[in-house]
């Protein structure tokens, strides 16, 4: 056997490979049956070697002699070989070139899964705040309700310095209210829901008890309070670990912390590696810095009367020469000119010859997935948003943008849903928010962070995006699908007719946006999932 890079094996190295590697002969391969900590450090050598990478792990990891420190791989052992992957040895590469060096893109080479559970909404949105190289995924207020009681106790955040505070009554009596006419108002609305949108002959009673509940748990969704305990599964890579655990040591809420502290300690026995600067006195100095940042700008109050302005999607900024700009970048991967040349050259262009390079770059496009090119990456959107904590939580998960958000807060009021009035609770659902929000505003003087806690998904919030068009493209039409939570689509759908007002043949191409209303939104997914099962059985 041998390697693109000449390398020979023997019979016997070929037997010591084979359990590490998914093929022994070709030019591309994956490795298995490793620690992550010495896959990283493989392809980190490749950077610092000649070698091939299976000739790397033979002279360097396997069969190392490191006593009183080495792995024995699962599937080597279970076939009766004793090879030993030099753990120890992949460790102390990765402390020396992230301790010794700072070479912080080795530290993306390794990754790990974690799962957080029971975790407040206030750490969950703290989790899933990270940019790239974290891939959250946490459990669904549609599919799943947050009724159970645990022990006579429903799951909800109980915080250390309320509870220890004469707040604690209040904090349980308004959360127990909160929780209380979400169990009791389920089955009612559920009920109206199927009463005000009856079953067809086409769609299976899975199907449609399926769509119906997850109505009814949309629109109730808005009476559970960040407090909510939540579960919330974590990928990510060791450089995007390292700064979330910063982050979260840098909280101003105790409960964010002592998770930090307890992903550290898992993470130490996955990826140790990879996350041990955290812990260091760079990573507490940078924990430090981001907590000063956060004290620094709250420091500064304008004193500027409240806005009354309830609208949902603000543009505050655009580009007027990103028509230019774009039609540019799409013609400078094919031309020897620089970018200024042909920006100047595209302005001078008619509008209907740039509308026609436009066009004809976005093409026909199948579907959502055919997204245009990053030529559309060349001009930038900022928007203002005033909407429903729980349409915060949905699009807070986008990643490829600038957001940032203000404090959950009662201020700004609620909405709501125009079923809710309809099937007879809407008394019943404000009531419970109203009480809420004086127990808000009475905790808040004491605690005002630990009051973000009693703030129920249905009170608006305020955040900002700045994205580019290509990634609005992406945003707008899977926001906008019929599937999709009223309150997001709205807000999805305002984004595009804004969009579409100054930068009509930029907004062209984006042909898959649902403007419509859709009394059950999952219904029609429902229906292809029974599609699929009966497919699957034919």
């Given at each position: 056997?041998?390697?693109?890079?000449?390398?020979?094996?023997?019979?016997?190295?070929?037997?010591?490979?084979?359990?590490?590697?998914?093929?022994?002969?070709?030019?591309?391969?994956?490795?298995?049956?490793?620690?992550?900590?010495?896959?990283?450090?493989?392809?980190?050598?490749?950077?610092?070697?000649?070698?091939?990478?299976?000739?790397?792990?033979?002279?360097?990891?396997?069969?190392?002699?490191?006593a009183g420190f080495q792995a024995i791989?699962?599937?080597?052992?279970?076939?009766?070989?004793?090879?030993?992957?030099?753990?120890?040895?992949?460790?102390?590469?990765?402390?020396?070139?992230?301790?010794?060096?700072?070479?912080?893109?080795?530290?993306?080479?390794?990754?790990?899964?974690?799962?957080?559970?029971?975790?407040?909404?206030?750490?969950?949105?703290?989790?899933?705040?990270?940019?790239?190289?974290?891939?959250?995924?946490?459990?669904?207020?549609?599919?799943?309700?947050?009724?159970?009681?645990?022990?006579?106790?429903?799951?909800?955040?109980?915080?250390?310095?309320?509870?220890?505070?004469?707040?604690?009554?209040?904090?349980?009596?308004?959360?127990?209210?909160?929780?209380?006419?979400?169990?009791?108002?389920?089955?009612?609305?559920?009920?109206?829901?199927?009463?005000?949108?009856?079953?067809?002959?086409?769609?299976?009673?899975?199907?449609?008890?399926?769509?119906?509940?997850?109505?009814?748990?949309?629109?109730?969704?808005?009476?559970?309070?960040?407090?909510?305990?939540?579960?919330?599964?974590?990928?990510?890579?060791?450089?995007?670990?390292?700064?979330?655990?910063?982050?979260?040591?840098?909280?101003?809420?105790?409960?964010?912390?002592?998770?930090?502290?307890?992903?550290?300690?898992?993470?130490?026995?996955?990826?140790?590696?990879?996350?041990?600067?955290?812990?260091?006195?760079?990573?507490?100095?940078?924990?430090?810095?981001?907590?000063?940042?956060?004290?620094?700008?709250?420091?500064?109050?304008?004193?500027?009367?409240?806005?009354?302005?309830?609208?949902?999607?603000?543009?505050?900024?655009?580009?007027?020469?990103?028509?230019?700009?774009?039609?540019?970048?799409?013609?400078?991967?094919?031309?020897?000119?620089?970018?200024?040349?042909?920006?100047?050259?595209?302005?001078?262009?008619?509008?209907?010859?740039?509308?026609?390079?436009?066009?004809?770059?976005?093409?026909?496009?199948?579907?959502?997935?055919?997204?245009?090119?990053?030529?559309?990456?060349?001009?930038?959107?900022?928007?203002?948003?005033?909407?429903?904590i729980g349409a915060y939580r949905d699009?807070?998960?986008?990643?490829?943008?600038?957001?940032?958000?203000?404090?959950?807060?009662?201020?700004?009021?609620?909405?709501?849903?125009?079923?809710?009035?309809?099937?007879?609770?809407?008394?019943?659902?404000?009531?419970?928010?109203?009480?809420?929000?004086?127990?808000?505003?009475?905790?808040?003087?004491?605690?005002?962070?630990?009051?973000?806690?009693?703030?129920?998904?249905?009170?608006?919030?305020?955040?900002?995006?700045?994205?580019?068009?290509?990634?609005?493209?992406?945003?707008?039409?899977?926001?906008?699908?019929?599937?999709?939570?009223?309150?997001?689509?709205?807000?999805?759908?305002?984004?595009?007719?804004?969009?579409?007002?100054?930068?009509?043949?930029?907004?062209?191409?984006m042909q898959f946006v649902d403007l419509?209303?859709?009394?059950?939104?999952?219904?029609?997914?429902?229906?292809?999932?029974?599609?699929?099962?009966?497919?699957?059985?034919?």
């Open positions: 056997m041998h390697d693109p890079w000449g390398d020979t094996f023997t019979a016997d190295e070929q037997a010591i490979l084979a359990p590490f590697v998914t093929n022994l002969d070709q030019p591309i391969f994956g490795l298995r049956n490793l620690p992550e900590v010495v896959k990283g450090a493989l392809f980190s050598r490749y950077s610092r070697s000649d070698k091939s990478l299976r000739r790397m792990l033979l002279d360097e990891f396997i069969q190392a002699p490191e791989v699962g599937h080597a052992a279970a076939n009766g070989n004793d090879q030993l992957v030099a753990t120890k040895q992949a460790e102390a590469f990765y402390e020396r070139v992230l301790l010794g060096y700072g070479d912080d893109s080795v530290a993306e080479l390794g990754g790990a899964h974690v799962a957080c559970e029971g975790v407040s909404n206030i750490v969950a949105k703290a989790l899933e705040d990270s940019r790239l190289g974290l891939d959250p995924l946490e459990k669904s207020t549609r599919y799943v309700p947050f009724d159970r009681q645990v022990a006579g106790k429903y799951r909800y955040h109980r915080v250390a310095e309320l509870m220890q505070s004469p707040h604690a009554t209040l904090y349980e009596q308004t959360l127990d209210q909160l929780f209380d006419t979400y169990r009791v108002l389920i089955e009612p609305v559920q009920r109206w829901v199927q009463s005000a949108t009856p079953r067809d002959a086409k769609t299976s009673e899975r199907a449609y008890v399926s769509a119906t509940r997850a109505k009814a748990l949309d629109l109730l969704r808005g009476l559970l309070p960040m407090a909510t305990l939540t579960n919330v599964g974590l990928f990510g890579n060791g450089r995007a670990f390292e700064y979330l655990l910063t982050k979260l040591a840098s909280s101003e809420h105790s409960e964010v912390c002592n998770v930090g502290v307890n992903l550290q300690h898992e993470l130490d026995q996955l990826i140790p590696s990879f996350v041990k600067r955290a812990k260091t006195e760079r990573g507490a100095a940078y924990s430090q810095y981001l907590a000063t940042m956060r004290q620094a700008g709250a420091a500064f109050q304008p004193e500027i009367p409240t806005s009354n302005d309830l609208q949902a999607v603000t543009l505050v900024e655009f580009d007027p020469d990103a028509e230019a700009k774009v039609v540019a970048a799409i013609l400078y991967p094919h031309s020897d000119q620089p970018l200024e040349t042909l920006q100047c050259w595209a302005r001078n262009l008619p509008t209907e010859e740039r509308s026609a390079i436009i066009r004809a770059y976005v093409g026909e496009r199948g579907s959502r997935f055919h997204r245009p090119g990053r030529a559309f990456e060349e001009t930038y959107y900022t928007f203002d948003f005033l909407a429903d699009l807070q998960r986008h990643r490829i943008l600038t957001q940032e958000r203000q404090r959950y807060s009662v201020v700004h009021g609620y909405a709501v849903a125009p079923e809710l009035e309809a099937a007879g609770v809407a008394a019943a659902y404000c009531t419970a928010l109203d009480q809420t929000a004086a127990a808000v505003q009475a905790i808040e003087a004491d605690f005002p962070a630990a009051a973000q806690y009693l703030v129920p998904f249905a009170y608006r919030i305020r955040w900002r995006f700045r994205l580019n068009l290509r990634e609005a493209y992406h945003l707008i039409e899977l926001r906008a699908a019929p599937q999709g939570h009223p309150s997001y689509r709205a807000i999805a759908q305002q984004m595009y007719l804004a969009l579409q007002k100054i930068h009509p043949s930029l907004i062209e191409g419509g209303e859709h009394a059950l939104e999952r219904l029609a997914a429902e229906q292809r999932f029974d599609q699929k099962l009966a497919e699957r059985q034919q």
